[in-house]
């Protein structure tokens, strides 16, 4: 395939399955993450499949974003498709216990840093007349939830930044898409609640929760329809999810 694929958060979760989905299909891959020992076993083990290159920074470091994207070797400097993956929960607390580190953290990387990256790359995809951005969001950005809040808002931003962009963008032929995610198993809920592993365990008893290569499968699927093809909004739950607050456990 060849088309070079950019990932955000690329290292766990969503982002890797994503990586490791398309290293399988011969993307041309750009993993980005703020590990460089995962960046780096990732390129050892994938590079058996496909291109890949690595960056290593934080999304929330906006020098670090536009000298990374800089630096791209010219051999990856033309991107296809950005996936703005990079993202996470920090605390759920209700709104007068929240933690200000944990709410700056979620705004700067949620919503900042999707807006850093894109903002670098968009340039190029704009003169080239082409391109596809896919933002994951999550269904709390479409259904607030008690103790939500905060993260919840930085997905509703990234649900408003995702419709900004389609529109502002239409006029240079880039497709703009979110996909947004229930209930997946990952690391998620062990930042979420800061190393508590059996709290975070629990999220995912009882049913059978969506995995990081659902994900991974599901934005090849949407980035491999026709050019004529925009899923501009695509919302998945387990089977078991209903909505936030009503999942059916055994
Ligand atoms: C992850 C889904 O319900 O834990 O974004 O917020 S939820």
Redesign the pocket.
């Given at each position: 395939m060849d088309l070079t694929v950019f990932i955000t958060g690329a290292t766990s979760g969503i982002g890797k399955a994503t990586a490791e989905f398309l290293a399988k299909h011969n993307y041309r891959l750009i993993l980005c993450g703020r590990n460089q020992d995962r960046l780096k076993e990732l390129k050892q083990t994938l590079g058996k499949q496909t291109a890949i290159t690595t960056l290593q920074f934080d999304v929330r470091d906006k020098e670090a974003v536009f000298s990374a994207i800089e630096s791209l070797p010219e051999n990856f400097r033309d991107i296809d498709v950005l996936i703005n993956n990079a993202g996470n929960?920090h605390g759920m607390s209700s709104i007068q216990d929240g933690d200000i580190n944990d709410w700056d953290a979620m705004l700067d990387i949620n919503v900042k840093g999707l807006l850093y990256v894109s903002r670098a790359i968009l340039p190029k995809m704009i003169e080239k007349n082409t391109g596809f951005i896919v933002n994951i969001g999550?269904?709390?950005g479409k259904e607030v939830?008690p103790k939500?809040n905060v993260?919840c808002a930085s997905?509703s931003a990234v649900e408003a930044i995702n419709k900004g962009m389609r529109m502002d963008l239409n006029q240079y032929n880039i497709r703009v898409s979110a996909i947004h995610?229930?209930?997946?198993e990952t690391a998620?809920s062990d930042v979420r609640f800061k190393g508590d592993t059996e709290r975070a365990r629990k999220v995912y008893q009882g049913y059978k929760a969506l995995q990081p290569e659902d994900i991974a499968e599901i934005i090849h699927f949407v980035i491999t329809r026709p050019y004529h093809i925009n899923i501009e909004d695509l919302v998945v739950f387990p089977s078991a999810q209903a909505s936030?607050t009503i999942i059916n456990k055994k």
């Amino acid at each position: 395939m060849d088309l070079t694929v950019f990932i955000t958060g690329a290292t766990s979760g969503i982002g890797k399955a994503t990586a490791e989905f398309l290293a399988k299909h011969n993307y041309r891959l750009i993993l980005c993450g703020r590990n460089q020992d995962r960046l780096k076993e990732l390129k050892q083990t994938l590079g058996k499949q496909t291109a890949i290159t690595t960056l290593q920074f934080d999304v929330r470091d906006k020098e670090a974003v536009f000298s990374a994207i800089e630096s791209l070797p010219e051999n990856f400097r033309d991107i296809d498709v950005l996936i703005n993956n990079a993202g996470n929960a920090h605390g759920m607390s209700s709104i007068q216990d929240g933690d200000i580190n944990d709410w700056d953290a979620m705004l700067d990387i949620n919503v900042k840093g999707l807006l850093y990256v894109s903002r670098a790359i968009l340039p190029k995809m704009i003169e080239k007349n082409t391109g596809f951005i896919v933002n994951i969001g999550s269904t709390a950005g479409k259904e607030v939830y008690p103790k939500g809040n905060v993260y919840c808002a930085s997905k509703s931003a990234v649900e408003a930044i995702n419709k900004g962009m389609r529109m502002d963008l239409n006029q240079y032929n880039i497709r703009v898409s979110a996909i947004h995610p229930g209930l997946v198993e990952t690391a998620f809920s062990d930042v979420r609640f800061k190393g508590d592993t059996e709290r975070a365990r629990k999220v995912y008893q009882g049913y059978k929760a969506l995995q990081p290569e659902d994900i991974a499968e599901i934005i090849h699927f949407v980035i491999t329809r026709p050019y004529h093809i925009n899923i501009e909004d695509l919302v998945v739950f387990p089977s078991a999810q209903a909505s936030a607050t009503i999942i059916n456990k055994k």
